[in-house]
């Protein structure tokens, strides 16, 4: 699977290396690509094979408040799989939350209690921690790809970059907690840099806004180690960044199980 992961990568090289030395009128491969065959290599991107990190997210509130949160990420078989272990502050110090099945089986882990809850199917629309992020936004791989219909649309520029742009529309078997998403990713490395989410029942009310920068290269991976949600109903927003993310771990299954929950 990791030959797999460098295999991608090489591609996504590839495709910006012919589009540096074909001659212009000419339309490259990526320039042809589908809306279907741009999301699939995002999802790609941003689902490596397995990944351990520490991150931090700061709640901004609507009168400036920041409360502000570290902890410890593992994830598995590309985001099916995924872990987080509160390091700070001390008040939540070893809570812990696992998500497998693209986020739609959730438990939650209390050191103080000691005790494992499975949340309700519904909870993946829940906000984590009070943040501007649900579990859903969190936890969903591939979600994009299996809840939504895709449409290219013209190519802009957004936060200094070509970007393709590309609009979803919610499948109508799909339980998705968007109606619609817009997306503008980045042409050189298929990062997402803009993504607006629009209300469950409104596919004209604009819900919430994603904001990624900074993308590094790291382990042949393009990495975005800041993004920002944007809640434009509640005048809030959440910051997470990255502090240090390996994708070279080979992480047991069993740490993604109500026992690995409370080691």
Same mark, same amino acid.
């Given at each position: 699977?990791?030959?797999?992961?460098?295999?991608?990568?090489?591609?996504?090289?590839?495709?910006?290396?012919?589009?540096?030395?074909?001659?212009?009128?000419?339309?490259?491969? /990526?320039?042809?690509?589908?809306?279907?065959?741009?999301?699939?290599?995002?999802?790609?991107?941003?689902?490596?094979?397995?990944?351990?990190?520490?991150?931090?997210?700061?709640?901004?509130?609507?009168?400036? /408040?920041?409360?502000?949160?570290?902890?410890?990420?593992?994830?598995?078989?590309?985001?099916?799989?995924?872990?987080?272990?509160?390091?700070?502050?001390?008040?939540?110090?070893?809570?812990?939350?696992?998500?497998?099945?693209?986020?739609?089986?959730?438990?939650?882990?209390?050191?103080?209690?000691?005790?494992?809850?499975?949340?309700?199917?519904?909870?993946?629309?829940?906000?984590?921690?009070?943040?501007?992020?649900?579990?859903?936004?969190?936890?969903?791989?591939?979600?994009?790809?299996?809840?939504?219909?895709?449409?290219?649309?013209?190519?802009?520029?957004?936060?200094?970059?070509?970007?393709?742009?590309?609009?979803?529309?919610?499948?109508?078997?799909?339980?998705?907690?968007?109606?619609?998403?817009?997306?503008?990713?980045?042409?050189?490395?298929?990062?997402?840099?803009?993504?607006?989410?629009?209300?469950?029942?409104?596919?004209?009310?604009?819900?919430?806004?994603?904001?990624?920068?900074?993308?590094?290269?790291?382990?042949?991976?393009?990495?975005?180690?800041?993004?920002?949600?944007?809640?434009?109903?509640?005048?809030?927003?959440?910051?997470?960044?990255?502090?240090?993310?390996?994708?070279?771990?080979?992480?047991?299954?069993?740490?993604?199980?109500?026992?690995?929950?409370?080691?």
């Amino acid at each position: 699977m990791i030959h797999h992961r460098k295999h991608t990568i090489l591609m996504i090289l590839l495709h910006v290396s012919l589009a540096a030395i074909l001659p212009s009128g000419q339309l490259t491969a /990526q320039e042809e690509m589908t809306a279907d065959e741009i999301l699939k290599t995002l999802t790609e991107t941003m689902n490596p094979e397995q990944s351990h990190g520490t991150m931090t997210m700061t709640i901004v509130t609507s009168s400036g /408040q920041e409360r502000t949160f570290k902890y410890e990420t593992f994830s598995k078989d590309k985001g099916d799989k995924s872990l987080m272990k509160y390091l700070e502050p001390q008040r939540v110090k070893g809570q812990t939350i696992l998500m497998l099945n693209d986020a739609n089986d959730i438990w939650t882990y209390f050191p103080r209690t000691k005790r494992v809850r499975k949340l309700a199917t519904h909870a993946k629309k829940q906000k984590v921690e009070g943040s501007d992020f649900s579990y859903e936004d969190m936890g969903a791989s591939d979600a994009f790809i299996e809840e939504y219909n895709a449409l290219r649309l013209n190519d802009e520029n957004k936060e200094g970059r070509s970007c393709y742009k590309i609009e979803l529309t919610r499948k109508a078997e799909s339980n998705a907690s968007y109606s619609r998403v817009m997306l503008w990713i980045d042409k050189e490395n298929f990062i997402p840099l803009v993504v607006d989410y629009y209300h469950e029942d409104d596919p004209e009310l604009h819900e919430k806004q994603l904001v990624c920068h900074d993308v590094e290269l790291i382990e042949d991976i393009y990495t975005p180690m800041d993004c920002t949600m944007f809640n434009k109903l509640d005048n809030t927003y959440t910051k997470m960044h990255i502090v240090d993310i390996t994708y070279q771990v080979d992480l047991a299954d069993d740490l993604f199980t109500e026992m690995g929950m409370q080691r």
